[in-house]
C-alpha cells in the first residue's frame, strides 16, 4: 500500500510525519474521507468545498490548489489499485516548533493521502441485518461543523459502542437530543412516515452523504423534516438510520438494546440505499 506524503508517494511503513507536525501536537488539521467507486471519486466536489471551508474557518493556508489535490487524489487510489473504497485526505497546519499560536507565515502544511478497499459485498450483508447504535452524551466542542482532526470524543464514544456490542454511537446534547451519530449523520423515519434529520450547525458535520439523501428525498418528493429529535423520538420511530461516505445509508435496527420497528432495516432506509448506489454510479 502506497501513501502520499508532503510530494512524495511512499510504501505504507515508510510513509511519517514529523513528531513536530501541528497535526500529531494539537489536533491541528483537518480531514475528508472521500467514497471511491469503480475506481471513481464519488462526489469529489462536494468534498473539495467541505475541506476549503473547514481550512478558511481554521485559517490553515490551502496546500495546493484544487486539480492539484484532485490528482494526487487519484494517483493514490490508482496506485493502490482501489476499485471500491475510500480514499483519506488530512491537511494539518504544518510542521513547527511546539507553540500554541500559529507558526510564521509560509509554514507548508502538511498533506497525507491514503486510499484502501472495502468489501462492498460485505458491507451490502450488514445493511442486510442492520445495526445497533447505542446512545453517549455528546462531549465535543462547540465547532464540530469544522471537520478537524481532534476526534477524542468520537473515539470514546465508539469505544463505548463497541463496548456494548454496538456498531455506532449516537451523540445526544444536553437538551436530550440526538446531534449525530460518532463517525455518521442520524435519521429517524417518524410513525407517521416523515424523514427527520437534525439541520446544519455548528453542533453536527454537515456530512456529503446526508446533503445527496436530502437530494434525493426531495427528488422522490418523500416527506421530511430537518429539525432536532429527541432520544425517547428516535426509541419511537418506525425506523432509524445513519449516513456517511463509509457505510452509505445504514439501517439501524436497535437503539440502547431497543429494537427500531419491528427490528429489521426498514423500508425507507433500504430504498434510499439502493437510490443512492445507483446515484453513486453514475456521478
Ligand atoms: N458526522 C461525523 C461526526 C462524521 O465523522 C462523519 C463521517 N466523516 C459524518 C457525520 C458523515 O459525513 P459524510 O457523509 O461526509 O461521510
Known amino acids: 500500500?502506497?501513501?502520499?506524503?508532503?510530494?512524495?508517494?511512499?510504501?505504507?511503513?515508510?510513509?511519517?510525519?514529523?513528531?513536530?507536525?501541528?497535526?500529531?501536537?494539537?489536533?491541528?488539521?483537518?480531514?475528508?474521507?472521500?467514497?471511491?467507486?469503480?475506481?471513481?471519486?464519488?462526489?469529489?466536489?462536494?468534498?473539495m468545498a467541505r475541506l476549503d471551508r473547514s481550512l478558511s474557518e481554521l485559517r490553515i493556508a490551502r496546500p495546493m490548489s484544487a486539480a492539484a489535490l484532485s490528482l494526487v487524489m487519484r494517483?493514490?487510489?490508482?496506485?493502490?489499485?482501489?476499485?471500491?473504497?475510500?480514499v483519506y485526505l488530512q491537511v494539518t497546519r504544518g510542521v513547527?516548533?511546539?507553540d500554541f499560536p500559529f507558526p510564521p507565515d509560509g509554514t507548508r502544511p502538511s498533506v497525507v493521502v491514503t486510499a484502501r478497499s472495502n468489501d462492498l459485498s460485505r458491507l451490502e450483508r450488514v445493511a442486510e441485518e442492520g445495526i445497533a447504535v447505542v446512545t453517549a452524551p455528546d462531549i465535543r466542542w462547540q465547532?464540530?461543523?469544522?471537520?478537524?482532526?481532534?476526534?477524542?470524543?468520537?473515539v470514546l464514544a465508539k469505544q463505548a459502542a463497541r463496548d456494548q456490542g454496538a456498531r455506532e454511537a449516537w451523540l445526544v446534547?444536553?437538551?436530550?437530543?440526538?446531534?449525530?451519530?460518532?463517525?455518521?449523520?442520524?435519521?429517524?423515519?417518524?410513525?407517521?412516515?416523515?424523514?427527520?434529520?437534525?439541520?446544519?450547525?455548528?453542533?453536527?458535520?454537515?456530512?456529503?452523504?446526508?446533503?445527496?439523501?436530502?437530494?434525493?428525498?426531495?427528488?422522490?418528493?418523500?416527506?421530511?423534516?430537518?429539525?432536532?429529535?429527541?432520544v425517547e423520538e428516535a426509541y419511537a420511530?418506525?425506523?432509524?438510520?445513519?449516513?456517511?461516505?463509509?457505510?452509505?445509508?445504514?439501517?439501524v435496527v436497535s437503539i440502547d438494546g431497543k429494537p427500531v420497528g419491528n427490528g429489521a432495516p426498514g423500508l425507507v432506509a433500504t430504498a434510499l440505499r439502493k437510490d443512492y448506489h445507483r446515484y453513486a454510479e453514475i456521478v
Open 1 to 47: 500500500r502506497i501513501a502520499y506524503v508532503n510530494g512524495r508517494y511512499l510504501p505504507r511503513e515508510e510513509a511519517a510525519v514529523s513528531i513536530e507536525d501541528r497535526g500529531y501536537q494539537f489536533a491541528d488539521g483537518v480531514y475528508e474521507v472521500c467514497e471511491v467507486r469503480g475506481g471513481r471519486l464519488v462526489d469529489e466536489r462536494r468534498h
Open 96 to 98: 513547527a516548533p511546539r
Open 75 to 86: 494517483e493514490t487510489v490508482r496506485r493502490n489499485r482501489v476499485h471500491d473504497g475510500i
Open 173 to 230: 446534547d444536553a437538551r436530550g437530543n440526538v446531534t449525530e451519530g460518532a463517525s455518521s449523520n442520524a435519521w429517524i423515519v417518524s410513525r407517521d412516515g416523515v424523514l427527520i434529520t437534525r439541520p446544519l450547525g455548528r453542533d453536527i458535520l454537515p456530512g456529503i452523504t446526508r446533503s445527496v439523501v436530502l437530494d434525493l428525498v426531495k427528488a422522490q418528493g418523500l416527506k421530511f423534516e430537518e429539525r432536532a429529535f429527541t
Open 143 to 154: 465547532r464540530v461543523d469544522i471537520k478537524s482532526v481532534a476526534l477524542l470524543p468520537n
Open 237 to 251: 420511530a418506525r425506523e432509524a438510520f445513519v449516513t456517511s461516505a463509509s457505510q452509505i445509508v445504514m439501517p
